[in-house]
């Protein structure tokens, strides 16, 4: 061996060994070499594929929170989102290269003064609070550079923006035909035929019903069924094999005992001066007149101010000094002045709201229940890699789910998770997460390998063994609803004649009121009305739009879900301006501020069509997890 490593052979061999082992350790830069990492390139600029992965990220949550989980994020969902978000980030690459070019900048001295009229931003004293600022970066866990760079950006967009939107304005006579459009009024003529006034029809015969329920294969088919094994598995379903022992209710009180204690509450009033002997005169006047409204009005007049601070505990009120002044006093009691950096403060102490805490046997079943969901959640991805290994290694679901203590269901369903004879499938999932579970499995591929996939039911692995289409229920099965859907569209057949016959005697002009008259049917003369439902307008709503298209004395005839309505115009009422000056200027502001918005959206499309975008599919389908 010795002799062996002296030789080059050997020293060769190492030199390979430790070549392959440098590879093995920088596989993933090796693999990115001359690989486009970027999900997309804005000119010079790039969007790597860890950032548009978090604005995908954050907007997803965002969409989440607003429908509060009712919508299942599948796939297709995922890369909409992505591609929103992305398209989010191509924007402000487009809009940062504009600033640059046009040069605009955006002083220091103009951000600070920008962040001192930020309300949001200010103190007890009306003015900029660092400590407020301080929380609001903390809260979102941002840095003051970031923070001043995403300002500076923004106030750099809005030159931009305002630029463009400067030259947005509504002409008057835009604005006036608009609104003489808006507030125009019409009288008519109204019919109505409802189908449950139309006569009893004559009792079809079987050649009929044969025809119908063939014409109409569709209302009398079955649904389509999947006979599917499903498998479950949730929090809730392992909380009862998880123990909790005395000790884990005692550390868990432990760690949690501010959630137990509800904090003694006080309200507090404080007028804040700029100096200790104004403070020390209002401390005075106050101990002898307990008025607020008297002691705002004297601290006003000394150039101070007093306010309600409201019911706080000592964790709410701003500085540590006023809580400390504030829960030494009894109630009604008036403090000395308090210095902070404010200024002089004189507080006094209103109602005293007691504090209280429960004790651990008061909320022992409560903790205990959270202990074991919060084990049981982690029992429970546990076992999803274990089902999937499981599964992946050859197991059917039936074993995969009599192995790992599964839910586990196999039936016959339709879409709305009932079974051929009507019953309710119990698919053992809560009813709040049914029906996203139903749009799982119908959506499944037919014999495509089970999966366990995380949902709002926890994790549902589902097995598509046979899809049953539609098909057309035999006549005898169906004859009852047949027969009803026969006499209902007759019923409807014999008002639209009706209706088409007085929409003829319109067009070979007669007035709908003496048509429907000579055929004893009744007409109600409606109007003045507007073009808005509601508010009193007696035109049913899905007639007006139909109605407001009339022209002259025109008639149209109109279908609505249970009876059929023919409408003529009587006359229109144009709108006085005159009397409508404030109405105009709302009108004329409202146009302009929508024109401006779309001189913006196509000033920033312009700027993307000349920015050359260049996206990678590819990685978009990354950046959305698909």
């Known amino acids: 061996m010795r002799r062996l490593a002296g030789t080059w052979f050997a ?66 969902i995922r890369r909409a989102v992505a591609e929103q978000a992305l398209e989010g980030l191509v924007l402000d690459r487009v809009l940062r290269q504009e600033q640059g070019r046009m040069r605009i900048v955006v002083p220091d001295d103009v951000v600070r003064d920008y962040i001192f009229q930020i309300p949001g ?67 008519a003529t109204l019919v109505e035929l409802p189908f449950a006034d139309a006569p009893e029809p004559e009792a079809p015969s079987e050649a009929q019903l044969a025809r119908y329920h063939e014409n109409n294969a569709r209302q009398f088919s079955t649904p389509e069924y999947r006979d599917v094994a499903l498998a479950t598995l949730n929090a809730a379903r392992l909380m009862a094999e998880v123990e909790v022992s005395e000790r884990d209710l005692e550390d ?39 008025d607020f409204a008297v002691i705002e009005a004297a601290a006003r007049a000394a150039g101070g101010l007093a306010t309600p601070l409201g019911l706080s505990t000592r964790a709410e009120l701003p500085l540590p000094a006023l809580a400390e002044a504030a829960f030494a006093l009894p109630p009604g009691g008036i403090s000395a002045p308090v210095r902070t950096p404010f200024g002089w403060h004189v507080l006094r102490v ?34 999803v890699n274990r089902v999937e290994d499981a599964l992946a290694g050859g197991a059917s679901l039936a074993e995969a789910a009599r192995r790992y203590s599964l839910g586990y269901v196999e039936a016959r369903l339709d879409a709305t998770g009932r079974a051929p004879d009507g019953t309710e499938v119990d698919l053992g999932l809560a009813p709040a997460v049914r029906p996203a579970a139903l749009r799982a499995i119908f959506t499944a591929e037919r014999g495509a390998a089970p999966r366990l996939q995380e949902g709002e039911w926890g994790f549902l692995a589902v097995d598509v063994r046979e899809v049953t289409p539609p098909a057309l229920r035999p006549l005898e099965t169906v004859r009852e609803q047949v027969v009803a859907g026969f006499l209902t569209a007759a019923r409807r057949r014999w008002q639209e004649e009706r209706a088409a016959a007085l929409l003829a005697a319109t067009r070979a002009g007669q007035t709908l009121a003496a048509a429907a008259e000579a055929a004893q049917i009744t007409a109600e003369e409606l109007g003045p009305f507007g073009r808005e439902a509601g508010g009193g307008n007696p035109m049913p709503r899905d007639l007006l ?51 401006a918005e779309d001189f913006e959206a196509q000033y920033q499309a312009a700027l993307r069509a000349r920015a050359n975008v260049r996206i990678n599919p590819r990685l978009v389908e990354q950046m959305a997890g698909n």
């Open 11 to 76: 020293k060769l061999l190492f030199v390979l060994l430790i070549l392959s082992f440098a590879v093995w350790g920088i596989e993933d830069m090796l693999r990115n070499i001359g690989r486009d990492t970027a999900v997309a390139r804005i000119g010079s600029d790039s969007i790597e594929v860890e950032e548009a992965q978090e604005a995908a990220r954050r907007e997803l949550q965002r969409i989440q929170r607003q429908l509060q989980g009712r919508m299942e994020m599948d796939a297709r």
């Open 121 to 187: 931003f200010a103190g007890l004293d009306g003015r900029f609070s660092r400590e407020t600022f301080n929380n609001f970066l903390r809260s979102n866990d941002m840095t003051e550079a970031r923070f001043l760079d995403l300002l500076r950006t923004d106030l750099g967009r809005q030159q931009l923006s305002g630029a463009v939107r400067a030259g947005a304005a509504a002409p008057d006579a835009l604005a006036r035909r608009m609104l003489a459009w808006t507030m125009e009024r019409r009288t």
């Open 252 to 290: 868990g009180y432990a760690a949690n005992r501010a959630r137990y204690e509800t904090p003694e509450k006080r309200e507090v009033f404080q007028a804040l001066m700029q100096d200790e002997a104004a403070a020390q005169a209002i401390a005075t006047q106050w101990a002898a007149d307990a």
């Open 350 to 383: 209103g109602t005293i709201e007691l504090g209280a805490q429960r004790s651990l046997d008061e909320v022992r079943a409560e903790l205990r229940a959270e202990i074991q969901a919060e084990r049981a959640a982690d029992l429970a991805f546990e076992r």
């Open 545 to 595: 739009a139909p109605v407001f298209e009339l022209r002259g004395n025109a008639a149209t005839m109109i279908e609505r879900p249970l009876s059929f309505a023919v409408v003529q115009l009587l006359g229109v009422t144009p709108a006085d301006l005159s009397a409508e000056t404030e109405a105009l200027t709302t009108l004329r502001g409202e146009t302009a501020q929508a024109m």
